[in-house]
Structure formats: structure tokens, C-alpha cells
């Protein structure tokens, strides 16, 4: 269905990355149950994800009202009546508690390099509590590792979003890592991707 809602965002890098991405999701995401995504953004990957994994319900969400309501715009737009997708939620993931039934699976993508240190903190403190045993969070974007960048425009990224927001910022893996383990989710793998991008998969203990 060709998308002509004024409402329907449109970030190139979901064209450019979701490929990638899926190639590694693939593996890890169950056989059955509910994908919760925090920070949807446009509402692109999710619909791309949902279409390809039919067999999962996939639950989209965000803070902002825009992209809410381009989530929704998309939902209309590309899933042709399909019900493996919900509306999207408003959530603020560094507030102290969500209210949010167990899930399967979270996936967060290009989220932790655009906020503040807050929403680190507050993605694994929910996360470890609505997971289940066993499932995985995904997270993916660029990172520092052992405190350096791993590329020349990593770095020069990194200085922009300072430049935007001083609670901005790439991220060190050990940090989250260190963030992730208060609430019983462990690193199981990182896998390199394209344009100097990380793919970090969590097991939740």
C-alpha cells in the first residue's frame, strides 16, 4: 500500500541498517511470544521486523508524540489489516517502574547514543523485570570500547551529539554492560556491523 500519510516519518537509516540488523536478530528472537520495542522512532523497523516474523507479536512504543503518531501512520500504511502488531505505546523508559506484562524479547535500536545516561539505567532495571528467563534484549548503534571509538567518525559523531546535548553521547560497552548485570542480564555476544555499529545481544539469567 503506498504510504502518502503526511504523518509517516521517514528515517534513512532504517532503509540502510534493517538488513543487517535482521541477519543477526534471526537467530535469537523465539519461536513464539511478544517483541517489545523501546524507542521506535519512525515506526519503520518494527513494520519491516513484523512483516518478516510473522510468527511473533510485536509490540512498537516511544515518547515522542510525533513518532507515535508515525507509528501508527505506518501501521495503517503497511500491515494491510495484519494483527501480529499492536499500537504503538507512549513510554518513558527511565521512569521507575513500567507497567508492562512479561515479554519474550526487547529490542532497542539507536536509542542509548541520544538520551541521557537515565534511560540506560532505567531500560535495564525495566527490562530485567519484564523479561523472561531466558529471553534476550537487543541492542544496537555505535559504541566505545575499553573507552576508545572504534572509528575516526564515531568520534567525530560522538562530539556532535555532545554539542546537541551534554547527556548525550557514545556509549562505553563496559558501562552498559556493568548496567545491564545490576539486573540480571549478561552480554552473550557482540557482533560488529556496518558504518562502525555494534550488535549487543542480553540474556536475561
Not at 85 to 101: A, C, E, G, H, W
Amino acid at each position: 500500500m503506498k504510504n502518502d500519510n503526511k504523518k509517516a516519518l521517514h528515517f534513512p537509516s532504517t532503509s540502510r541498517n534493517r538488513d543487517a540488523i535482521v541477519e543477526v536478530i534471526k537467530d535469537y528472537l523465539p519461536a513464539s511470544g511478544l517483541v517489545l520495542e523501546i524507542g521506535s522512532g519512525s515506526g519503520e523497523h518494527i513494520i519491516y521486523f513484523a512483516n518478516l516474523f510473522p510468527h511473533l507479536k510485536w509490540q512498537p512504543s516511544d515518547l515522542d508524540p510525533e513518532n507515535i503518531e508515525s507509528i501508527k501512520a505506518w501501521i495503517h500504511n503497511e500491515m494491510g489489516g495484519k494483527t501480529n502488531i499492536y499500537q504503538p505505546l507512549r513510554i518513558d523508559i527511565s521512569s521507575f517502574t513500567l507497567s508492562i506484562d512479561i515479554v519474550s524479547s526487547v529490542i532497542c535500536i539507536n536509542v542509548l547514543h541520544i538520551s541521557p545516561w537515565a534511560v540506560t539505567e532505567g531500560l535495564m532495571r525495566n527490562v530485567g523485570k519484564i523479561l523472561k528467563p531466558g529471553g534476550v534484549l537487543y541492542l544496537y548503534g555505535p559504541y566505545r570500547i575499553s573507552g576508545k571509538h572504534t572509528a575516526p567518525s564515531n568520534e567525530k559523531f560522538d562530539h556532535f551529539l555532545r554539542l546537541q546535548d551534554k547527556e548525550w553521547g557514545v556509549r562505553n560497552i563496559e558501562d552498559v554492560c556493568a548496567e545491564a548485570e545490576k539486573n540480571d542480564l549478561f552480554l552473550s555476544i557482540k557482533i560488529a556491523m556496518p558504518s562502525n555499529n555494534q550488535s549487543l545481544v542480553f540474556l536475561k539469567k
